[in-house]
C-alpha cells in the first residue's frame, strides 16, 4: 500500500465514521426521510380492506341535518345505545368525550331559568341520568383525552399481567385527563383514551400509542378497550423485554397477540378509506327501524360511534395521504388486529442500519481505492439495489420497517468522496494491488441484510430436545380466593422468579400457558448435556419455590404454600417459527412436547413434584433418581416408565442416597411381587427419606396404593390390555 493510498483510506474512513454516527445521532430530517420511505411502502402495497365485524357509526353531514347540530342531547345517544346493543353489537365505543354535564338536558335548561321552582328541577329528565341508565350492563367504552390541568386520571377496568421486566415506563406520559361524568364513568364497560399521535411532530399518524402511563398506572386506549369488552376479557397481558426495563415487545388482549414498539406503539397498516366501514347514524336511528341491512352489519361487530363532519374538525392523515376521520383509526386499529397484518420495525433495525452504513462504506472506500471507482460505482448500484429489494420484501412479505435510504445515501457521500481522492491523488498503476484484492469478498453483514426475508419463513427443524412443563398446583382453588388483581400478581410473581432458572440454564422459554410453562433445551442452538441442564433448572424451581414460601412471597400466610409439578421428556420434536404467514412464534410441536406435559399432569398421581421420563433418566447417569413405576400417559397407547428426581449428581453418588436406593429397589420389587411385606418396605423407605428429601414422604404415602405401576411388563404394553 502506498501513502497516498493509506491517506485515501483514511480519509475515506473518517468520512464513513462521520455518515455513520450522524445516522446514530438520527437527526428529525433523516426520521422524516425514514417517515416518507414506510408511507411510500404503504402506498404501493397498503393492507387489503377486508369485510372485519368493525364498524364506525359515523355522525356524518346527513345525520346532523337530520338530527340538528352537534352536541346532541345524551338522550338520544342513548337511544344510539340502545338501538346498537338491541341489533347484536359486540361493543360499543364512543370517539367522544364527555367532560361537561349536558348543557342540552331539561334540568339544566330550566335551572337557568329565572323565578323557576327548585323543587320542579328533580322532576324533570336529566339526559347525563338517561345516557348513564342506557350504558349500564351493556358493553360500551367510554374514551378520554389528554389534558395539561387539574389531577383527574380515570379509572381503569381491566387487569394487567406482565411477563419480563416492568415495561409501567414505557408508554408516553399522561400527565392528566379529561374527566368524565362520575355516572358515566362507573357504568362504563371500558374507559379508554382516544389520543392517536400526542407529540407527534408530524400530522400523519403512523403509530397509535395502545397505552399511556402515569409512570404508576397504564391506560389502554380506546380500540383495545373496545376489544377486550367485546372478548369478555378482564385482563392485558404485557410482555417486557428480558432484563431490559421500561420496554415493550407484545401484548396479548383475549385471543390477539399484538407486537408494538418498545414504547408500546402499533404501526399502522391502514387500508384505503372506504363507505363500507361506515353506517351512518342517521340509518340506525331511523323512526321506522333500521335496515336488514343495516342490522346485519352491526350485529356482533365492534362499532366506534364519532363524527365525519369537516365542522367538527376530527380529521387525520394517513400513510397513504388520506384524510380520513380520527375514529375510522380506531376501528382501522381493530380491524389490523383481527386481521393479524402486523408493521413492525425491529429494536435491533437501528443497530443494523448503522452497522450497514459502516459496513458498506467500508467496502466502498476499500474498493474505490484499490480497485477502481468503476467497480466500486457497480458495488455502490449492487449495495443500492440489495437495500431497496431487501427492505422492500421485508415490509411485502413480513411487515418488517427497514430503512434503506441512510445506506444508500451515505454510500454515495462515500463513493464521491473517495472517487475524487482516487481521481485527485492516487497513481494509477497498482495492478498488483488489484490482482491481491481480486478476490475480495462482500461483508458477511449484507449477506445477511439480502436474506432477512427467507429467514423469517415459517417451517421448521427436527431436532432432539429435552422438554419441561411446569404447572401450578390447586391454582383453581388458589384463584378461587383471590381478586382477579391478586391472582395476576401471584402468577408474576411465581412464573418470573421460576422461568429465570431456564434461561439461566440455557432454555428457551416456548410460552407461559396460563399458570403453566413450557421451555425446552438444544434450540435454536446446540445445548450440550441439555437434559442436565433442564433437571438442574428444575430443581433450582423446586429450592425457590421453597424459599418463596418460607419468606410468604405470595401472602397467603407461611401455613398455606404453594406447590407445582413439572414434568420433563427427552425426544424427537419440530422446532422452528410456527403460526401465519403474518404472524408467528418460534415454538415446538410434536409428540414429545405432549409427552412431557403428560408427565407433568402425573405428578399429581404419583404425589413427587419432579418427574422425568426414561428417555431423559437415560441421559443422568449418578443422579439422584428413584423409578416411579410405569405410569398410562392420557393419549399414549403405550406406558411410559418415569423417575423421581430427588437431586443432582453431587447426592446421587452419596452414601445416604445409596442406601435409600438400596431400600426403595426393595419396595420396587414388593410391588411387582405383591409381597407381604410391602407396608414394612414402604415404611422403611419412607423414614430413610425423611432426613434426605422431604418431598419423598407424600411419594411413599401413594406407592402403596399404585402397585399396579410396578408390576413386570408394562413397559410398552398397550394400555388397554394392561388395565
Known amino acids: 500500500m502506498t501513502r497516498a493510498q493509506q491517506v485515501g483510506v483514511i480519509i475515506g474512513l473518517a468520512i464513513v465514521a462521520a455518515l455513520t454516527i450522524l445516522r446514530a445521532s438520527d437527526p428529525q430530517l433523516l426520521k422524516q426521510a425514514r417517515d416518507l420511505t414506510f408511507d411510500e411502502y404503504q402506498r404501493m402495497a397498503p393492507r387489503a380492506f377486508e369485510k372485519l365485524p368493525v364498524r364506525v357509526i359515523d355522525i356524518d353531514e346527513a345525520s346532523l341535518q337530520e338530527f340538528g347540530q352537534w352536541p346532541w342531547p345524551r338522550d338520544r345517544l342513548a337511544t344510539l345505545v340502545d338501538r346498537l346493543s338491541e341489533m347484536g353489537a359486540s361493543a360499543i365505543a ?91 364513568e362507573a357504568n362504563a364497560a371500558g374507559i379508554g383514551h382516544i389520543s392517536l399521535n400526542p407529540g407527534a411532530a408530524s400530522n400523519v399518524v403512523r403509530a397509535v400509542p395502545l397505552f399511556l402511563s402515569d409512570g404508576e398506572q397504564l391506560y389502554p386506549n380506546l380500540a383495545l378497550e373496545a376489544l ?145 471507482p468503476a467497480v466500486a460505482l457497480a458495488c455502490g448500484l449492487l449495495i443500492t439495489v440489495l437495500a431497496l429489494v431487501a427492505s422492500w420484501l421485508a415490509f411485502f412479505y413480513a411487515g418488517l420497517l427497514f ?12 463513493h464521491f468522496g473517495a472517487t475524487a481522492f482516487r481521481f485527485l491523488v492516487i497513481d494509477r498503476e497498482r495492478r498488483e494491488v488489484r490482482r491481491a484484492f481480486g478476490h475480495y469478498l462482500s461483508p458477511s453483514l449484507l449477506y445477511r441484510i439480502e436474506h432477512t426475508p427467507d429467514a423469517l419463513r415459517l417451517g421448521g427443524d427436527d431436532r432432539e430436545l429435552t422438554v419441561m412443563f411446569v404447572d401450578v398446583r390447586n391454582f383453581t382453588q388458589i384463584s378461587e380466593q383471590l381478586a382477579p388483581a391478586e391472582v395476576v400478581g401471584f402468577l408474576n410473581t411465581l412464573l418470573d422468579a421460576l422461568s429465570h432458572h431456564v434461561i ?69 420434536a419440530c422446532v422452528g417459527n410456527m403460526g401465519a404467514e403474518t404472524r408467528f412464534n418460534y415454538s415446538a410441536v410434536g409428540d414429545a412436547v405432549n409427552i412431557a406435559a403428560r408427565i407433568e399432569s402425573s405428578c399429581k398421581e404419583v404425589g413427587f413434584d419432579i418427574l422425568v421420563s426414561e428417555s431423559t433418566a437415560k441421559l443422568l447417569p449418578n443422579w439422584a433418581l428413584l423409578e416411579a413405576g410405569v405410569l398410562a400417559l392420557k393419549g399414549k397407547s403405550t406406558r411410559t416408565r418415569l423417575f423421581a428426581v430427588v437431586g443432582n449428581e453431587r447426592l446421587g453418588i452419596s452414601a445416604k442416597f445409596a442406601e435409600l436406593q438400596s431400600f426403595h429397589r426393595q419396595v420396587v420389587e414388593a410391588l411387582r411381587s405383591r409381597s407381604a411385606t410391602i407396608r414394612k418396605d414402604v415404611s422403611t423407605a419412607k423414614l430413610k427419606s425423611a432426613g434426605l428429601a422431604p418431598e419423598l414422604s407424600e411419594f411413599y404415602r401413594r406407592i402403596s396404593r399404585r402397585s399396579d405401576h410396578f408390576l413386570d411388563g408394562l413397559n410398552g404394553r398397550d394400555v388397554s390390555s394392561a388395565e
Open 94 to 184: 364512543f370517539d367522544i368525550l364527555f367532560a361537561e354535564p349536558d348543557r342540552l338536558s331539561p334540568r339544566s335548561v330550566v335551572r337557568d331559568v329565572p323565578g323557576i321552582d327548585p323543587s320542579l328541577l328533580g322532576k324533570l329528565p336529566d339526559n347525563d341520568e338517561i345516557f348513564a341508565r342506557s350504558i349500564a350492563g351493556k358493553p360500551v367504552v367510554l374514551g378520554f383525552g389528554l389534558s395539561n390541568e387539574g389531577n383527574y386520571h380515570p379509572p381503569v377496568k381491566a387487569g394487567f399481567a406482565f411477563t419480563g421486566e416492568s415495561p409501567i415506563g414505557a408508554p408516553p406520559r399522561i400527565r392528566a385527563a379529561t374527566p368524565l361524568r362520575p355516572q358515566l
Open 504 to 572: 439461566a440454564n440455557e432454555g428457551t422459554l416456548d410460552k407461559f400457558i396460563g399458570d403453566s410453562i413450557m421451555a425446552f433445551w438444544n434450540a435454536p442452538v446446540d445445548v450440550a448435556n441439555h437434559g442436565g441442564k433442564a433437571v438442574n433448572a428444575a430443581l433450582a424451581m423446586r429450592e425457590t419455590l421453597a424459599r418463596l414460601n418460607a419468606e410468604d412471597a405470595f401472602g397467603f400466610g407461611k401455613e398455606q404454600k404453594v406447590g407445582i409439578g413439572i414434568g420433563i421428556h427427552t425426544g424427537l
Open 403 to 414: 430503512d434503506p435510504l441512510a445506506p444508500i445515501v451515505s454510500g454515495s457521500i462515500t
Open 228 to 372: 377486550r369488552v367485546a372478548q369478555g376479557a378482564s385482563t392485558y397481558v404485557l410482555a417486557g423485554a428480558a432484563n431490559v426495563p421500561d420496554t415493550l415487545t407484545l401484548i396479548k388482549i383475549g385471543e390477539f397477540v399484538v407486537p408494538v414498539t418498545a414504547a408500546g406503539e402499533l404501526w399502522l397498516y391502514v387500508s384505503r378509506d372506504t363507505a363500507e366501514r361506515y353506517v351512518s347514524a342517521r340509518q340506525v336511528l331511523a323512526t321506522g327501524g333500521a335496515s336488514p341491512d343495516v342490522r346485519a352489519a352491526i350485529d356482533g361487530s365492534i362499532v366506534f360511534v364519532g363524527t365525519s363532519a369537516a365542522g367538527l374538525q376530527d380529521i387525520r392523515t394517513t400513510a397513504l395521504g388520506q384524510n380520513v376521520p380520527g375514529v375510522s383509526l380506531h376501528a382501522q386499529t381493530v380491524e389490523q388486529i383481527l386481521s393479524g397484518h402486523f408493521l413492525a420495525r425491529p429494536d435491533w433495525a437501528d443497530g443494523l442500519e448503522i452497522m450497514s452504513i459502516a459496513a458498506a462504506g467500508s467496502v466502498l472506500v476499500m474498493v474505490t481505492t484499490f480497485v477502481s
